[in-house]
């Protein structure tokens, strides 16, 4: 069995990008309504502090932890 780094499903990967981008150009068009700074959050914090992952990790799990500890 070969690996690959070519996702297995083709269209949720496309409607995942979609999703990304679609959520950055919302991010953009709001950020001079949020405030220049906030501190880092507990949960933010701790979840940060865990070791990178050895193994691969699903896209979609990536991208839910940037939305919630990264991008804010």
């Known amino acids: 069995m070969s690996e690959s780094l070519d996702p297995h499903d083709w269209s949720?990967?496309?409607?995942?990008?979609?999703?990304m981008l679609?959520?950055?150009?919302?991010h953009m068009q709001q950020i001079g309504?949020?405030?220049a700074w906030r501190?880092?959050?507990p949960e933010t914090r701790d979840?940060?502090?865990h070791p990178m992952p050895?193994?691969?990790t699903d896209l979609?799990?990536?991208y839910d932890d940037f939305?919630?500890?990264?991008?804010?």
């Not at 939305?67 to 804010?72: A, I, Q």
């Open 39 to 41: 501190g880092v959050p």
């Open 60 to 62: 979609a799990a990536v």
């Open 67 to 72: 939305r919630r500890h990264v991008l804010p």
């Open 33 to 35: 309504a949020r405030p």
């Open 47 to 49: 979840a940060l502090r």
């Open 54 to 56: 050895r193994e691969g």
């Open 22 to 26: 679609d959520d950055m150009v919302d």
């Open 12 to 19: 949720a990967f496309r409607a995942l990008g979609h999703r």
